[in-house]
């Protein structure tokens, strides 16, 4: 090939880079993971109301998911703003009638399936009302209230004192909810789904260690019906509801069910961003399965060194040696993100109170949590992975202490024990036991 033709291959495939938007049902699943409808309702003088009406379709995310909110920014048209927001989080935010007419068109054409649409088709009254000017007086004012005391956020203490009259609106009921297109299922596995490898010990095996994978979808229990649905729709796996009743998974563990559905589909329709290379991995890891090599100290050994890059260890490695970990597109697992408590919605004794409060918990420089009063680890919310130098120089990461302990061969009892020996009197401690050494590393706690 000569140059010119070489050049212009290049420009070409320049330009459909460039050009990339993704699928509309990929986005409308991944708004029914991630985004939100919200109506802002705010004393303003400037108006003869007294109450500025403001529309927003949000998504929020983990800073790493930037060039994910920059394609779907594109995927809309270029329409909208990304701004960074605390605590390394940034947001997708659309707030003018005109560019939420686009909103409006994308959602008529491509509906979402979760009982957040109850919420969308409770957003749209409101855009008609402002659209038509009515939220300009105090009718049209009352309206949007009773809209907005429907929906998941529902009415401020202030807003029900402000507005006493206020008679909610009928919510929606979602119901009979169809899976159009694949790209749906790829875009809500995008900001709600998770490829795992887990390995265990286990005396049946001659490397000392079972591996399984694992593919999960976690929603809130209003959507349980579409959570079997997805049981149907992919033909394998199972819903299984949490101890807490709040949420359950759909899960998938059986290898040939993996190898066979769960992939294939994958690599057909896949995840953006870090969780695509999640996904790559996952496969790497099954691959290794069908030879039976992880069965041999060798293939165990590939399948530690890939789990130590992935989800949110690939995040923190990333973090410590400085790496995009987006590889240039943007979802990861950390992308679940869905906002905090907005001041308006507490009162000025709740404030005061929260801002005199004394601390709960204390953070560690290891990145784990501790119960001020009992001195108890608060483990559900740590923020720290484990390193470890393997006899060979190998470094292996693991997401917890059972893990850790596994792989050197001690019980948790013990490694944790000595890791908190060490903590009290060293900062940059490391544990040395049976030639490994281990150390925790603390992730994304400034």
Known sequence: ???????????????????????????????????????????NNKYKTGWLIELRYLIGLHQKDQPLLKLIQRSFGEIGIISNKENDLIEFRITSIKELAVIIDHFDKYPLITQKFADYILFKQAYELVKQKDHLTSEGVQKIVNIRASMNNSLTDNLKKAFPNTIPVSRPLVLDQEIKDPNWLAGFTGGEGSFMVQMHKSLTHKTGFGINLKFQITQHVRDIDLMNKIV????????????????????????????????????????????????????????????NDHLTEKGLEQIKLIKSGMNSLRLSRADSEGIDPSGGNAADQLSTYSGSIPAEKLTKNERDILKNALPLVEHLWDGRIRDIDSKKIIYQHDSCIYKI????????????????????????????????????VNSEYTVSIKNYKIKRIKIYYN
């Open 232 to 291: 149907k729709y992919l033909n394998c796996g199972s819903y299984k509801l949490r101890p807490n009743k709040l949420a359950g998974d759909f899960l998938v563990m059986k290898f040939a069910d993996i190898n066979e559905k769960i992939i294939p589909f994958f690599k057909e329709y896949s995840p953006q961003g870090v969780k695509s290379l999640d996904f790559s991995d996952f496969c790497k890891v099954a691959e290794i399965i069908k030879t």
């Open 389 to 424: 130098i393997t006899p060979k120089g190998e470094i292996l990461k693991t997401q917890t202490i059972s893990e850790s302990a596994d792989i050197v061969g001690v019980n948790i009892k013990t490694l944790s024990k000595h890791l908190d020996v060490e903590f009290e």
């Open 1 to 43: 090939m000569d140059q010119r033709a070489k050049k212009t291959l290049n420009s070409s495939l320049r330009d459909e880079i460039n050009n990339y938007v993704l699928n509309p049902y990929y986005i409308t699943g991944f708004s029914d993971a991630e985004s939100s409808f919200n109506i802002r309702i705010s004393q």
